[in-house]
T-cell receptor, first 115, second 115 residues
Framework: AQSVAQPEDQVNVAEGNPLTVKCTYS??????LFWYVQYPNRGLQFLLK??????LVKGSYGFEAEFNKSQTSFHLKKPSALVSDSALYFC?????????????FGSGTRLSIRP | DTEVTQTPKHLVMGMTNKKSLKCEQH?????MYWYKQKAKKPPELMFV???????INESVPSRFSPECPNSSLLNLHLHALQPEDSALYLC??????????????FGAGTRLSVL
């Protein structure tokens, strides 16, 4: 069965410092991986995806993610955090056992950037 | 345009009421989804429509009834809800499974309160 794990409920970073939000996955076959962000009282916004190709994926708002097959990880990163990056972040994986377009979300990580 | 529009934004209903949530997209997507999200939790998939046909029902109680009148619209009819059904209801759309770019795009959600 496909799954993703986000081991940290909360990550706290000072503005201007680099940030990392961790995600590990468990899939059979090649993974389709996604990162979404949710601001308060809003829906989810797509940040980036990994399907195939370069292990470093660049996305919206200066975020990037590194796919590491040996460590089964897909960590979200940003070189310099902004206060406006404070939000709830979800890692997700395509459920390849489903004939429909179903994705499975991690439990979420709350990112808090202090000024 | 990557917009998914949900109405209403907020809804308060009694346990004997009948109400409907609406979702609309004009991106030409042929897969549409309903999710339920409790505070600080990941979205939980409820229903998936693919090419206007129900393809996934995640064992949702019959007091929730989805409808897909055409490829742009998705409704969720609500009847005899319980207070525990209070949540943020999210609609999403994507290209169906098998398409390379089947990223799910989310609406802002309807915040439902059942009294």
């Amino acid at each position: 069965a496909q799954s993703v794990a986000q081991p940290e409920d909360q990550v706290n970073v000072a503005e201007g410092n680099p940030l990392t939000v961790k995600c590990t996955y468990s899939v059979s076959g090649n993974p389709y991986l996604f990162w979404y962000v949710q601001y308060p009282n809003r829906g989810l916004q797509f940040l980036l995806k990994y399907i195939t190709g370069d292990n470093l994926v660049k996305g919206s708002y200066g975020f990037e993610a590194e796919f590491n097959k040996s460590q089964t990880s897909f960590h979200l990163k940003k070189p310099s955090a902004l206060v406006s990056d404070s939000a709830l972040y979800f890692c997700a994986v395509r459920d390849m056992s489903s004939s429909a377009s179903k994705i499975i979300f991690g439990s979420g990580t709350r990112l808090s950037i202090r000024p | 345009d990557t917009e998914v529009t949900q109405t209403p934004k907020h809804l308060v209903m009694g346990m004997t009421n009948k109400k409907s949530l609406k979702c609309e997209q004009h991106m030409g997507h042929r897969a549409m989804y309903w999710y339920k999200q409790k505070a600080k939790k990941p979205p939980e998939l409820m229903f998936v429509y693919s090419y206007e046909k129900l393809s996934i029902n995640e064992s949702v109680p019959s007091r929730f009834s989805p409808e897909c009148p055409n490829s742009s619209l998705l409704n969720l009819h609500l009847h005899a809800l319980q207070p525990e059904d209070s949540a943020l209801y999210l609609c999403a759309s994507s290209q169906p499974f098998g398409e390379a770019k089947n990223i799910q795009y989310f609406g802002a959600g309807t915040r439902l309160s059942v009294l």
